[in-house]
């Protein structure tokens, strides 16, 4: 194994020699190049982590001008290696590599953080070359993860991932969960590069500089842990070229770095983190400056041509292989028709992949094992890697992947898909076990937070089926949905209520129950439906008419469909609900009628922390059953 900055084998060794020479030079101008820009662009900011930037310099030198393969003229090229800035905040120095590298002109990079740039204070999908957005940090691992994966077993292509995370970020658990996925899985396409320059934001990290224990850790996860100077273009080439040769296990480049590198009286120095050089930088550029052997155009682009093997995938127009099939009256639980909808997804488009936290014989995913057992991917009980994978499978459009585990467990996740959405990404998450209906097994294993966590995220679509035939049409326009779609699915079997060829529509609610004189509007949802046409049935007796509707999506909301039948039914709604009152049904349908006059509704939700019990004594219990449906009904006809 040499160091892949040699020449031919034919040339003389003293030609070699000096070559090597030549472009290792070459590779430390164009870092310190990246260490001028970073301090120019936020300087002109006057914000920004140049320190940051400075500690990663000839990593980034080494990658995008020796070790990977891309295309400048189409940066997210399927066939293209990946390249995920998990410590977000040295944002200015991948958008120097990219300038310096010839996409876009250097001058560019002064607009760093103004409004009307998209060179933001953090990597965002608002440039062509960013696959996800980072920041927050400890999420770059998880998302390399997916990628890495889709191209090992699904493209089955030569491009590699590599994913840069700070030593201070390595303290999150998420990126302990990466680490230990992308052990377990082989991913031998994979290069986590730590940038270990000892200092955090406020303090020295925790391990500082203790590289053999930052090696043993990560060859305890299965990695190929390679320790070296990270300030050393040629260590670092020689690491690279290691990694690209390494077979079933990934690679962990344990860079040994110091942040401010090369800046005088401020490399190594606490304080730093997070501020323009201000006074100090016209000095340091100078120095920076004077290291530069050629201070001309660089000499390393092109860069290396693609191996262009990556398939053409088609993720559009998804279906169900074949209709619902279901008879009126039916009792199936949602949770398994979401297995049923997936399978026939699967069978129809081999790119729909199916994720899941060792919750598969219960939320069903493991029907995508019949189907396919290459397609589903067990992420075991890390919910923040697991959304994670499934963003990072999701990215250039590569697959369409379903991430499931019990709906409470999302909240574990939440930072994730909070990123998801500046990510702009595209990932269907399938919550089951939902609210106080699930019994026995208590508060803690009931979601009861889920819609108001999912409606807050600003590119999700919430869908809520109630019967079988809903949640598998569910599934499918999800499928076909830009964005973070979630579907909450239920875990009591319920009714099946709907036609087989039922249309359904994001935004369209659907009356199933109604007369000419209905006094009330009764929303509900899954098993708080089931109720509510027990009450009805009650109330028809009493001569009370009520009207049923099902929202479907709670997210986009059926505005108009809720205040035509509110009107319909003398301005009068009940909302029942398994959820706490924040955030769910009852607070978007509460949204809609805001403003409008003659329009008052009942809230019926869960008010305060259940306990175990059966389905119905919960349901009793806090206030959502047909009784208390019944007596809400009576009370606001009076009103």
Request: charged share 25%; hydrophobic share 40%; proline share 5%.
């Amino acid at each position: 194994m040499g160091c892949t900055l040699s020449v031919d084998a034919g040339k003389s060794r003293a030609a070699a020699n000096m070559s090597s020479e030549i472009k290792t030079q070459d590779l430390q101008d164009i870092a310190n190049k990246l260490r001028i820009l970073s301090v120019k662009c936020t300087q002109e900011a006057k914000s920004g982590h140049p320190t940051s930037c400075a500690s990663m310099a000839e990593i980034m030198s080494v990658l995008f001008f020796h070790t990977m393969r891309y295309k400048l003229s189409a940066p997210k090229d399927p066939s293209s290696d990946r390249f995920i800035l998990s410590k977000g905040h040295a944002a200015p120095i991948l958008y120097a590599a990219w300038a310096e590298a010839g996409l876009f002109p250097p001058e560019e990079l002064m607009n760093l953080r103004k409004i009307d740039s998209d060179l933001e204070g953090h990597p965002t999908p608002r440039l062509n070359f960013v696959d996800v957005a980072t920041g927050s940090l400890g999420q770059g691992l998880s998302v390399a993860c997916g990628m890495a994966y889709v191209g090992k077993y699904y493209d089955k292509a030569s491009y590699r991932t590599y994913c840069l995370i700070g030593d201070g970020e390595s303290a999150e658990g998420s990126i302990w969960e990466a680490l230990s996925f992308a052990g377990i899985k082989k991913l031998d396409n994979l290069v986590a590069i730590f940038d270990i320059n000892r200092l955090g934001q406020s303090e020295p990290t925790a391990f500082q500089h203790e590289m053999d224990l930052y090696r043993s850790r990560l060859e305890s996860f299965g990695f190929n842990a390679l320790v070296v100077d990270g300030h050393d273009v040629e260590a670092l080439a020689k690491a690279f070229y290691e990694a690209s040769q390494t077979k079933d296990k990934p690679s962990a480049i344990l860079a040994k770095t110091y942040k401010g590198r090369g800046f005088p009286s401020i490399e190594d120095e606490e304080n730093w983190h997070g501020k323009p050089l201000g006074g100090k930088a016209d000095e340091i550029l100078n120095e920076v400056q004077a290291l530069i052997k050629n201070p001309g155009p660089n000499n390393l682009v092109p860069q290396k041509p693609l191996h262009e093997d990556a398939p053409v995938v088609d993720i559009t127009n998804i279906k169900l292989s074949s209709p619902p099939n279901y008879n009126k009256g039916d009792k199936v639980a949602t949770r398994q028709a979401y297995g049923t909808a997936l399978s026939k997804l699967g069978e129809n488009n081999t790119r729909v992949v199916a994720m899941d936290g060792d919750t598969k014989n219960s939320t069903f995913s493991n029907a995508m094992l019949k189907t396919d057992p290459e397609r589903y991917v067990e992420c075991y009980i890390a919910e923040q890697n697991l959304v994670g994978v499934g963003i990072g499978a999701a990215c250039r459009d590569r697959t369409v992947a379903f991430v499931s585990t019990f709906a409470a467990f999302f909240t574990r996740a939440f930072d994730q898909l909070r990123m998801g959405a500046i990510s702009q990404t595209n990932v269907n998450c399938v919550g089951s076990h939902a609210g106080i209906s699930i019994g026995e097994d208590g508060p803690s294993q009931m979601a009861l937070e889920d819609l108001a966590m999912f409606r807050t995220i600003p590119t999700a679509t919430v869908f809520y089926p109630s019967d079988a035939v809903s949640t598998e049409r569910a599934c499918e326009l999800a499928a076909n949905t830009p964005g973070i779609c979630f579907i909450r699915t239920s875990r009591p079997a319920t009714t099946v209520v709907y036609d087989n060829d039922h249309e359904f529509e994001i935004g369209k609610g659907n009356v199933l129950k109604s007369s000419n004189n209905d006094d009330v509007l009764l929303i509900g949802a899954a098993i708080t439906l089931r109720e509510a046409y027990t009450a009805a049935d009650r109330l028809l007796k009493e001569g009370i008419n009520v009207r049923i509707m099902d929202l479907f999506t709670i997210k986009p909301i059926d505005k108009e469909g809720i205040l035509e039948n509110a009107r319909e039914c003398g301005g009068r709604i009940v909302v029942v609900e398994d959820h706490y009152p924040e955030g769910g049904i009852g607070e978007a349908v509460m949204s809609v009628v805001a403003m409008e006059r003659d329009i008052i509704v009942r809230h019926l939700a869960v008010p305060r922390v259940p306990r175990s019990g059966k389905c119905d004594e919960l349901l009793e219990m806090f206030g959502i059953s047909a009784s208390a449906i019944t007596k809400a009904v009576k009370e606001i006809k009076n009103h």
